[in-house]
């Protein structure tokens, strides 16, 4: 196994937020970061934690039987940014037969790789024209989707979910606009409940700001809390399967540093290959107090595309 590439961490002075946060990021030169450490030419990534060992493992969290639901419902007020959703229901179809059988059907029209409770796939961010693992965009981006990275080579995912509690240890039922998170709030959080991360795990984080989605979506989708970029290279430094938030980036958004633009999805998605699910529905399993649960995902199968919409559990 390669050593995982090293990222460079400064200090930025003079940048004020929430919690006084200022880590700057620099991109690593594709000498330091290929080939990934699952080898040249690879497109999973840390899904390559998958297989009959993190579902096994996961199985035995099951104790009740309990389904959460950690994906939000899709209509055309949720939080959407510069992204449209439109479903137009089609004429219903009377089909010729004694039994009068209709149907109905619906037209979406919608950025189905990043609307709703959306995962992240490899072709959605670069350094400049570099993809993960050094696939280059314009070698691999074609006008009907990615011949490389394509969201459809992820399949299922089920692991040992974590959810970090970080607004139910401050005490908040959402953490203030642009606050950082930490790596002592993550620290402190897990400390609390008496949970520790490892290898492969699937990583949530609830700031509370999943309570925004039906009732300001604008807010929502102006910025928000989130991990910041030391608290992304502490989560890296545990090698999770994939690292998921009920904010709209995952990371703190606008990033501390006034001249970075979401490092964070950067580091994880092109540097360590690491797939970022945002938007989640936290709420109800936060209530719960579970912490540790069976977690199940699975991307649809939109061959070339950048991520897809998605409808996780977490199985208690």
């Known amino acids: 196994m390669r050593t995982p590439p090293i990222?460079?961490?400064t200090l930025s002075m003079g940048i004020t937020t929430a919690n006084a946060q200022g880590q700057s990021w620099s991109p690593p030169t594709p000498e330091e970061r290929c080939p990934s450490r699952w080898g040249e030419g690879d497109e999973r990534g840390a899904g390559n934690h998958m297989g009959p060992e993190s579902v096994l493992r996961a199985t035995q969290l099951i104790q009740t039987g309990e389904v959460i639901e950690l994906g939000q419902?899709?209509?055309?007020?949720?939080?959407?940014?510069?992204?449209?959703?439109?479903?137009?229901?089609?004429?219903?179809?009377m089909n010729p037969g004694t039994n009068r059988r209709?149907?109905?059907?619906?037209?979406?029209v919608s950025e189905m790789g990043q609307v709703g409770t959306q995962f992240d796939g490899f072709g959605h961010q670069t350094i400049g024209d570099s993809l993960y693992n050094c696939y280059n965009l314009p070698e691999v981006m074609t006008r009907t989707g990615f011949t490389h990275l394509g969201v459809e080579n992820v399949g299922t995912l089920m692991t040992r979910g974590?959810?970090?509690?970080?607004?139910?240890?401050?005490?908040?039922?959402?953490?203030?606009?642009?606050?950082?998170?930490?790596?002592?709030?993550?620290?402190?959080?897990?400390?609390?409940?008496?949970?520790?991360?490892?290898?492969?795990?699937?990583?949530?984080?609830?700031t509370g700001w999943g309570?925004?989605?039906?009732?300001?979506p604008e807010r929502f989708s102006a910025g928000g809390p989130g991990i910041g970029v030391e608290a992304a290279q502490?989560?890296?430094?545990?090698?999770?399967?994939?690292?998921?938030?009920?904010?709209?980036?995952?990371?703190?958004?606008?990033?501390?540093?006034?001249q970075l633009s979401l490092p964070v999805h950067q580091m994880m998605l092109v540097v360590h290959g690491i797939h970022l699910v945002e938007r989640m529905k936290l709420d109800t399993l936060a209530a719960t107090q579970v912490h540790e649960?069976?977690?199940?995902?699975?991307?649809?199968?939109?061959?070339?595309?950048?991520?897809?919409?998605?409808?996780?559990?977490a199985i208690h």
């Open 211 to 216: 309570t925004l989605w039906n009732t300001d």
């Open 293 to 313: 649960f069976a977690f199940v995902i699975q991307p649809l199968k939109l061959q070339g595309a950048t991520g897809s919409t998605v409808a996780p559990i």
């Open 102 to 108: 209709g149907s109905n059907e619906e037209l979406v």
């Open 162 to 206: 974590v959810l970090i509690d970080i607004a139910g240890l401050k005490s908040v039922t959402m953490l203030p606009d642009r606050y950082e998170i930490t790596v002592s709030d993550l620290q402190e959080a897990l400390e609390r409940q008496q949970t520790t991360l490892e290898p492969g795990d699937a990583v949530l984080i609830n």
């Open 7 to 9: 990222v460079v961490i």
């Open 234 to 258: 502490w989560l890296i430094d545990r090698d999770p399967m994939l690292l998921g938030s009920d904010n709209f980036p995952v990371e703190v958004s606008p990033n501390p540093d006034p």
């Open 73 to 93: 419902t899709l209509n055309e007020a949720m939080p959407l940014g510069d992204r449209h959703f439109d479903l137009h229901m089609k004429p219903t179809r």
